[in-house]
């Protein structure tokens, strides 16, 4: 089990380097949006049009990249949505079952589909080297990449998971090892 954690905590720590790159993301998204908005309206201000097709795509690009890098980062951290009444009064032991039931029976087959019928759409955008159809558009084949990338993020991470919750369930490791919302949802409750 020991190994087991060991390679839990690399891939923490890979997860960890890439949430922290997605990071850096989200002033560039921003301000890409604030230059959208500027040229819109001082364009019109003056009559003339500033903005382009390139800077409106780029926006949505790189908020995309921003999503799809995103999501191994909030799963690490335990930010992904929960629509449950119970969970929140589990103990910690009944918390990692759960979370490692979801993991093996939803997660990680979801993450595995997804690879699976997002390659051949991956696989076409390359091969053709997709572009925007807008004037000034940009190509449209490396954002697609990340159909790939995402769900192998996802997965990785989903593993991790899984380990750290059947070392809780074991009694090898310690329950605050699991993902942080545990740690909220007790000071929440106290």
């Not at 560039?28 to 604030?34: E, I, W």
Request: net charge positive; proline share 6%; hydrophobic share 50%.
């Amino acid at each position: 089990m020991q190994g087991l954690l060991r390679l839990s905590k690399v891939i923490d720590a890979f997860t960890e380097v890439v949430g922290n790159i997605t990071i850096w993301l989200v002033p560039l998204v921003v301000g890409v949006g604030v230059w959208n908005v500027a040229n819109r309206y001082v364009g019109r201000a003056i009559g003339r049009t500033l903005g382009s097709n390139f800077y409106i795509e780029a926006q949505w690009y790189i908020f995309s990249v921003i999503f799809f890098l995103g999501s191994a980062y909030v799963l690490k951290h335990g930010g992904h949505v929960r629509v449950d009444l119970f969970y929140a009064n589990y103990p910690p032991r009944r918390k990692a079952l759960v979370d490692l039931l979801g993991t093996l029976f939803f997660l990680l087959p979801f993450c595995v589909l997804l690879i699976y019928f997002s390659w051949p759409v991956v696989q076409t955008a390359f091969k053709i080297r997709e572009m925007s159809p807008d004037p000034g558009g940009l190509p449209r084949y490396p954002l697609k990449a990340f159909l790939i990338v995402s769900p192998v993020l996802l997965f990785i991470q989903g593993i991790s998971e899984a380990i750290k919750n059947l070392a809780v369930l074991m009694g090898a490791a310690d329950p605050s090892l699991v993902a942080e919302e545990q740690r909220r949802d007790t000071l929440e409750l106290e």
